[in-house]
């Protein structure tokens, strides 16, 4: 008989509630844990690209590479069993943290580690690059008009949420 294991963050004991940094009005940013979060990398089959984008239609989804998507907040076995013959699934759940930042100081916080363009104009709602942040490898979405997931490979979150706090020191940051 299989045992249920709950899944811990690797930020369970490191990403403290509370308010730190500058002490001055409100916070620049605020800092979230997406946990636990369900993650599936799906890469298009040969020739399938354009039947592949029909199926995740109407799914939350956030370009990963060509012709590669992350699917977010699908049970697994749903997306390998809808995606069958269109592309190649893998269940990414366990291996990555995804990181919620927002507040009027994001783009000051994240333009300390990443080249990408995040202004409004260049980088809009719903818009996903990979970059480097902190030489950790970083998969950045903009969600919101003042907030982003940054999605990080679970090795690596805690050097991660080590650097991204000290960047937002000097704006006052919540973690909530």
């Known amino acids: ?3 249920n294991f709950q899944r ?6 490191i990403a403290i509630q509370g308010r730190f940094g500058a002490d001055y009005g409100a916070p620049g940013v605020t800092l979230s844990v997406r946990h636990p ?3 599936a990398t799906v890469i298009a089959r040969r020739g ?21 998507y992350f699917v977010l907040d699908r049970p697994f076995d749903e997306v390998r069993k ?7 699934c893998s269940d990414q759940s ?18 300390k580690g990443t080249p990408v363009d995040l ?36 090795g690596f979150t805690e050097s991660f949420w080590e650097w991204l706090t000290e960047q937002a020191e000097e704006f006052g940051y919540q973690v909530i």
Request: charged letters at 25%.
């Open 1 to 3: 008989m299989p045992e």
């Open 8 to 13: 811990v963050s690797p930020l369970a004991d």
């Open 37 to 39: 979060a369900l993650i």
């Open 48 to 68: 399938k690209a354009k039947a592949l984008g029909e199926a995740l239609k109407n799914w939350r989804v956030q370009w990963a590479g060509a012709e590669q």
């Open 82 to 88: 809808k995606l069958d013959g269109f592309a190649s």
């Open 94 to 111: 366990h291996g990555r943290v995804i990181i919620r930042i927002e507040g009027p100081k994001v783009r000051q916080v994240l333009c």
């Open 119 to 154: 202004h409004e104009s260049a980088f809009e709602i719903g818009k996903s690059a990979l970059t480097q942040m902190a030489h950790v490898g970083v998969h950045l979405t903009r969600v919101e008009r003042d907030a982003f997931e940054l999605s990080v490979f679970r």
